[in-house]
């Protein structure tokens, strides 16, 4: 052998000629361009292997196809690309081509009254695939929300409503008398569970939008209690009354966010899940909701 020639093993014959559905690299480092940010993503990169008799992919080629990724902003066009990419280099060996990316978005959002803003995170996973010359999208998206128990909230409601009967029994009712009770702790003598709740939305697109932005917005504008960032005492009396116009079950939330995903064009198909962990129980509500929408 000639000191300049490497041997290559994947070029080689498989000893058992077995076709395989998904072969490549997980958990490749790669920054990408999400509505103007630089993100730091990591991606799942794959092609089926359809010719059992050859021993290997090629994943370097795989690899370098994800260099396109790089410095355009993320498109669906894009992601055709890099699958086209990866199906041309494996020509005569692979049918589909796969390629998932999880990053963590960050938004800026203003608080709710005063002046201010901060940052919030929101894990999102693009999956895409090239199978028998088809192209899909999918994306997984988590919301973070609260979630104010409406039975519980029935149930203080009734506490309060006979602290007031205890209160004023016998008394002729005048108004600075009331005022000043329904200020004070007696008058709120019970308060509701509420819970730090998560979306996870898991829909399929149609088209050529990859409309993640948009899709987070519409998911907190319909549950209505978006977890906040920068937060002074009327940015939370607004969340409070927010809460308070906004009690909900998990499967309220379900149902509120179906609607919502239900209303965008974009959306073919989806799968929803809702999990209210709750401080009543040590356990979880959850609730899920699927739809694919009707061509008929
Ligand atoms: N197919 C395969 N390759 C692996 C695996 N683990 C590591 N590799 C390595 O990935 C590297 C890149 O493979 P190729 O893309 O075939 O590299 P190459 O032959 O130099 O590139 P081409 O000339 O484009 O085929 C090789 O050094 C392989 O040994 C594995 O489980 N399967």
């Not at 300049?4 to 077995?18: E, K, M, N, Y």
């Not at 998904?22 to 999400?34: F, N, Q």
């Not at 028998?132 to 009734?158: G, W």
Request: hydrophobic share 45%; glycine share 4%.
């Amino acid at each position: 052998m000639n000191a300049l020639t490497l041997p290559d093993i994947a070029a080689q014959a498989s000893r058992q000629a077995l076709p395989l559905d998904w072969v490549g690299m997980r958990g490749i480092a790669l920054p990408i361009l999400i509505d103007g940010q630089h993100l730091t993503a990591t991606a799942d990169a794959g092609v089926s292997l359809d010719d059992g008799t050859a021993r290997g992919i090629h994943m370097s080629r795989l690899y370098l196809a994800l260099e396109m990724l790089d410095q355009q902003p993320l498109t669906s066009a894009l992601l055709r690309n890099v699958l086209q990419r990866f199906l041309d280099t494996h020509e005569g060996l692979s049918k589909n081509a796969y390629l998932r990316i999880h990053t963590q978005l960050l938004l800026k959002r203003p608080a709710l009254v005063s002046p201010l803003a901060g940052w919030k995170t929101y894990p999102v996973s693009i999956e895409a695939r090239l199978e028998n010359q088809m192209f899909h999208v999918e994306l997984k998206i988590d919301v973070t929300y609260s979630s104010t128990c409406p039975c519980s909230a029935a149930l203080a409601r009734q506490l309060i409503q006979q602290q007031f009967v205890d209160d004023f029994a016998n008394t002729p009712l005048q108004h600075e008398a009331v005022l000043a009770w329904l200020g004070s702790a007696d008058g709120i003598v019970a308060t509701p569970h509420s819970q730090r709740s998560s979306a996870q939305l898991h829909v399929q697109l149609q088209g050529t939008d990859l409309p993640i932005v948009g899709l987070i917005n519409a998911a907190e504008a319909a549950l209505g209690t978006a977890v906040q960032t920068a937060v002074k005492r009327a940015d939370e009396q607004a969340f409070a009354l927010a809460n308070g116009q906004n009690l909900m079950f998990c499967e309220d939330a379900a149902r509120r966010l179906n609607l919502a995903l239900k209303r965008s064009d974009a959306i073919k198909a989806f799968h929803l899940q809702v999990i209210h962990a709750e401080s009543l129980h040590a356990h979880d509500a959850v609730a899920e909701s699927r739809w694919t929408r009707d061509f008929a």
